[in-house]
Every structure is written in C-alpha cells, then in structure tokens.
C-alpha cells in the first residue's frame, strides 16, 4: 500500500503527462476490455457456431441487458470510466482487479483528488456515490470473468472509515401537496397537445405514485413494445396500472378524482383521444409547436424536467430564490407528495408505492405528524 501511495504522488505531480490507454494495462488484459463501459460474460464473436446457436447468443444478450435497468447500465458504465481514467492517471492498471488500488481510488473519491490533481483538488463524493462507484467495479470485473474481493481489509477498512467520517442524512427532494400539484396544473396549457400530455404526467405521477422511468415506460396495452416497463387499463371506477418494478410485477390502482379538472383518469383519456393513439408508448414527443405526437416514447428525464418548470412557473415554496426552488423539485417530488397528503392507513400507501417495508415509506412522508403516536404519555409520563 505504501509503495502505491508513494507511487501516486509521484504520477500526480506528473498529470500533463499521463500515459495513453495502453500503457495502463498489463499482463493478457487489452486496452479495449478495460475501456469498455459494460461487458457481456458472452462472447463477441460467434464463428464457428451453428446457425440456431448463433440465434441463441445473440438472445442471451438481449437477456443480459434485461437483467439490470437503462439506469442501472448507465451509471455502471459512468463508473467504469472514471475509474479507469483516474487509473490511467496514476500509471496503474485496473485489471486485473488489486484491492489496494481499489482502495486508494476510494480516498481519493472521498477526498476529492479522483479528478484533477492532489494539489488542485475536487469535490469529494457522497458516501453514496462512492458505495456505488465500488458496487460498479465489482460488477465490471464480475463480467469480466474477475473477482475484486471487497471484503478486503484495503477496501472494506477505507470504506469503513470512510462511512463513518463522512456519512450523513440523505438530501430529500421536496414533496409536491395538492395544493402544489394544482397550481402546477394551472400553468400549462389546456389547449395544446404539450400541455394535455404534462397534465395526465403530472396527475398519474403523483396519484400512482410513480417513479419517473415508471411513468414513462407505460404503454397503452400488454406487451406492446421491448423496452416497455408497463401498460394501463382504463376501467370504469378508475385506472389500472401493471408494471414491472426491482422485485417483480405489481399493480397500481388509481381511482377516478372528485373533479374531472384534478382526475388522473380523465387527463389521461383526454390525452389518448387528443394524441390520437392506438397502441404503443403512452408518453411521447410532441412536435411540430405541438401540433403533431411522434413515434418515440420521452426520456424519464423529462419528468424531472416538468416537475421543476411547472413548479417554478406556479410559485411552489416561493420564500425561497429560483435557484433553490430548483434544486428542491425533481420527479420524486410526485411520489413523495402521495405518501405525505394521503390521510389514509399507512400500509394503502406502501403498497401503492411498492415498498417492502414500513420504514421506507416513512422516509417519503416528508410532512406527516411524527409525534401522533407518543410514546412518553403512553409510558405514563
């Protein structure tokens, strides 16, 4: 470790002149299967194999790529990437997988000298970040036929320590109220396409309580497309929601409002009859000054982006400045606005959010009375 340590300071004071991709990389590990954002434990190539074969591989990748979410896959490769390039930087290899460079990468993560130099510094990761940037490693060489040992004292030790210096409560988005929600709908346009769209987003977000790839990964019916996450079912007491979540399918029932200007129902017909669709992703692209509703189905980033313009543009938490109103919101502000106004059994709204557990649903109740079970006059105090 020491010897590594010493190695790096000297590589850091040596930055401009970092050695290329494959000066990293030592023993029968080539350059491309460092860089590689996210490898398959399948091979390329399929020479030699009968045709039916062939067919079967190229499934298996298919399958390969189901098994963990876009966002998952994304983040991963992210990960890979930066670890790679501050190894490059340091004149060391990332494979084959060394716990103690591992574990140096961390600090460095921590202290924030992963980018740039030791003397120029950076912003130290989260906690958080730094938890998943290793899970990312693990995965990366797992896929690589690898095996990082994490259980290493040179990694569980730093990261041990690292938890217990910087560790701290979770930031929550702000949850959106009723209230809230209605001002919002308020400020778009009920005229366009656009707006009729944000509308039924809006409402299926907040009373499903959805997440944001969940709202955009619905489509009108069953099995529909490939990279659906769900679809709908327009009933007369309300609306049915299948998707497909981390542990497996659930439904999401969402009744019809007590107004048909707030009924998450209603704006969803609306949008349906107005887009003119048929079958295929519910959410889509409007074109041409919305006049015109294209093929694809929108990024879940859009709903973020909603979230944020529709709140600024109502006025929500108007005592704070734009920039901190903007950094308060994002689409989670939905599903935790559910979980903070529904005066209803605590275990209606853990299920409607598809938690597992009581705990987690209480981490989304951003206003709810904490003290209305009192434990010190129940104790007779």
């Known amino acids: 470790m020491a010897k590594i340590s010493e190695q790096i300071t000297q590589n850091d004071a040596q930055e401009c002149s970092a050695p290329s991709d494959s000066s990293a990389v030592s023993g029968d590990v080539s350059a491309a299967q460092v860089t590689a954002g996210l490898p398959s434990p399948l091979a390329e190539t399929t020479t030699g194999l009968p045709a039916h074969l062939k067919d079967l591989t190229d ?13 998952t896959r994304k983040a991963y490769a992210s990960d890979w990437k930066h670890f790679s390039a501050w ?16 574990g140096l990468y961390i600090t460095a993560c921590a202290s924030g000298s992963a980018i740039g130099t030791a003397t120029r510094g950076g912003k130290p990761n989260s906690v958080s970040t730094i938890e998943r940037r290793l899970a990312a490693i693990g995965w990366n060489c797992t896929q690589r036929g690898m095996t990082l040992d994490r259980k290493d004292r040179a990694i569980a030790t730093v990261m041990a320590g690292i938890r217990n210096t910087h560790a701290a409560p979770p930031r929550q988005k702000e949850a959106l109220l009723p209230e809230d929600l209605i001002a919002m709908l308020e400020t778009l346009d009920r005229g366009s396409l656009r707006g009729l ?23 009108l019916g ?7 996450r769900g679809w709908i079912e327009i009933l007369d007491k309300g609306l049915l929601i299948t998707l497909r979540g981390k542990t497996g399918w659930r439904e999401v029932e969402i009744g019809r409002g007590s107004s048909d200007s707030t009924c998450p129902v209603v704006a969803t017909e609306t949008w349906i009859k107005f887009a003119k669709l048929a079958k295929g992703p519910l959410f889509r692209r409007v074109r041409g000054k919305s006049k015109d509703v294209g093929p694809e189905r929108l990024n879940d980033q859009e709903v973020a982006r909603l979230v944020k313009r529709a709140a600024l543009a109502a006025g929500v938490r108007g005592d704070l400045s734009e920039d901190e ?29 598809g938690h597992t557990s ?24």
């Not at 190894?87 to 716990?99: E, V």
């Not at 069953?222 to 659906?228: H, Q, V």
């Not at 903007?326 to 605590?346: C, P, T």
């Open 59 to 71: 499934r298996a990748r298919v399958y390969v790529e189901a098994a963990s979410s876009a966002n």
């Open 197 to 219: 769209r944000d509308r039924a987003m809006l409402l299926i977000g907040f009373a499903g309580g959805l997440r944001r790839s969940e709202i955009t990964g619905l489509d």
């Open 325 to 353: 109103r903007a950094g308060q919101f994002s689409g989670h502000s939905l599903r935790a606005g559910l979980a903070s106004s529904a005066e209803v059994d605590e275990r209606y709204v853990q299920k409607q959010l």
């Open 358 to 381: 009581a705990e987690m649903t209480r981490r989304y109740q951003r206003r709810r009375d904490r003290f209305r079970i009192n434990l010190t006059k129940a104790a007779g105090l």
């Open 87 to 102: 190894c490059r930087r340091q004149n060391l290899s990332p494979l084959p997988p060394d716990p103690q460079v591992v």
């Open 222 to 228: 069953r099995d529909e497309t490939e990279d659906g």
